[in-house]
């Protein structure tokens, strides 16, 4: 199981630290990653970090969000800076243990997933 938490209401330039732990049940996790979906729009990609520490962003977020991982504790914490307002949404944790399958921006990528976390920045 994911474990996700950190989201909140943040003023357009502001900044906000996730975070996602993954359960002893889901160890020798091998990718972890972030999707958002706002209202009326689908799920989209933002981040993933692999166990080895290559990192993807989306473009829409490039230069302002960063990840971070920690192997030992599985768990990973992106920092969403200089956030704006079509940065609001609903944010879910994913995780999947294998180093192959579909696209890492694919959410068919990834076999688990966490409850959802809003991010909702005001302008």
């Known amino acids: 199981q994911l474990q996700a938490s950190g989201g909140g209401l943040v003023q357009a330039g502001g900044s906000l630290r996730l975070s996602c732990a993954a359960s002893?049940?889901?160890?020798?996790?091998?990718?972890m990653g972030w999707f958002r979906q706002a209202p009326g729009k689908e799920r989209e990609f933002v981040t993933a970090?692999?166990?080895?520490?290559?990192?993807w962003y989306a473009d829409s977020v490039k230069g302002r969000f960063t990840i971070s991982r920690n192997n030992a504790e599985n768990t990973i914490y992106p920092q969403l800076n200089n956030l704006k307002p079509e940065d609001t949404a609903v944010y879910y944790c994913?995780?999947?243990?294998?180093?192959?399958?579909?696209?890492?921006?694919?959410?068919?990528?990834?076999?688990?997933w966490g409850q959802g976390t809003q991010v909702t920045v005001s302008s």
């Open positions: 970090v692999s166990r080895s520490g290559n990192t």
């Open positions: 002893e049940r889901t160890l020798a996790i091998y990718l």
């Open positions: 994913a995780a999947d243990r294998t180093p192959a399958g579909p696209a890492v921006g694919s959410p068919a990528r990834y076999h688990y």
